[in-house]
């Protein structure tokens, strides 16, 4: 096949890649033609005429079905996100259609949620900005959504990068807000609350609520005891959120991680107490993460400097306290 041109492609057709998706889920040109309504001539037909438009094969075909290529493979994260990016247009043509406004979908690490998010929500609001729908989750698991085309922006830290994530982020930009530090947590009445000489030793003979393996709050942690040549704490409780560790914390004697924005929160209510001991770790970065192809979309510069103006807002305004346990 001749490698494909600009204008080549300009004949492709959203049926197309139904048709990719439909192949790779059924496995068989007839039950594909069958999902999509058509005969299996036409599937038939309009495979052929898509391997020529895209000048490489993309099946291979035998008498058990239908199999991806390689070069299938390299380019089906593309074409789930522009089918993502599809539905998405529909429904908002559906919401307009309706009378209703049009809606930007906005991951969120639960740290960014916390300390920025609702006062962003309205300055966004209040500029005229659209409906928003939020998803929290892990930065790993909402930079995947963004890639599918699931989600607009992601307000999370970039997590480490593997081979695939590195491809991923040529697709990406990225817009630093704020740098969030950790700190470790224990409740008001912990024995440990008034310590001041407690050391790295001590603690990973402590017990600890923690969350997943895959939390960066929880990999900057480990980052810390091993900096000090001490094997991490394993948790006798593990969770899927530093907001639940901080509430089991403030019930019992068991010391846990979060960031410093949220624990000093919870301190002011009197829930918590932070423990006076630095933590010789590198800040993590907390970036709004969106698809460069989305760079011009109007709604999303909105919500970007509304959250901008958030942080800064919120780092005049109310100053993280210091570790000290002092009352």
């Known amino acids: 096949m001749s490698p494909h041109s600009p204008m080549a492609l300009s004949h492709l057709k959203f049926r197309h890649l139904l048709l990719v998706e439909s192949l790779i889920e059924q496995g068989t040109i007839h039950k594909a033609a069958q ?8 599937a038939t037909a309009m495979l052929n005429d898509l391997e020529g438009l895209v000048g490489i094969p993309l099946f291979t075909r035998s008498r058990q079905g239908v199999t991806p290529t390689e070069q299938t493979h390299a380019l089906l994260g593309r074409i789930r996100t522009i089918l993502n990016e599809f539905d998405e247009l529909s429904s908002v ?16 690490v639960p740290q960014a949620f916390i300390a920025y998010l609702p006062k ?19 930065a790993r698991q909402l930079l995947d959504m963004l890639i599918a085309g699931e989600l607009d922006c992601v307000i999370g830290r970039l997590p ?6 590195a491809h991923a982020a040529s697709q990406l930009s990225f817009v630093n807000l704020y740098r969030e530090e950790i700190c470790i947590v224990v409740g008001p009445h912990n024995p ?6 407690i050391g790295y030793q001590d603690l990973a003979r402590r017990e600890w609520v923690m969350q ?3 939390s960066a709050v929880r990999g900057a942690l480990a980052e810390t005891f091993l900096r000090h040549g001490v094997q991490p704490p394993e948790p006798v409780v593990e969770t899927s959120t530093y907001i639940q560790n901080l509430a089991i914390v403030a019930q019992s004697d068991l010391f846990t991680v979060a960031p410093r924005r949220a624990a000093a929160m919870h301190q002011e ?30 709604a999303l510069a909105l919500f970007e400097q509304a959250f901008l103006d958030s942080v800064r807002s919120g780092d005049q305004g109310a100053p993280v306290p210091s570790d000290s346990t002092s009352s």
């Open 160 to 165: 480490n990068a593997s081979s695939a994530l």
């Open 212 to 214: 997943r393996p895959d």
């Open 192 to 197: 440990a609350a008034g310590q001041r000489d």
């Open 35 to 42: 999902r999509l309504n058509i005969s299996q001539p036409a």
């Open 120 to 138: 962003a929500i309205d300055l966004f609001r209040q500029a005229g900005g659209c409906a928003i729908r939020t998803h929290e989750s892990t």
């Open 93 to 108: 043509i559906g919401r307009v259609a309706s009378g209703r406004s049009a809606l930007l979908r906005v991951g969120v």
């Open 269 to 298: 209510l009197g829930l918590v107490r932070i423990l006076d001991l630095p933590l010789d770790v590198v800040p993590m970065q907390v970036c709004l993460i969106r698809r460069q192809s989305s760079n011009r979309d109007p």
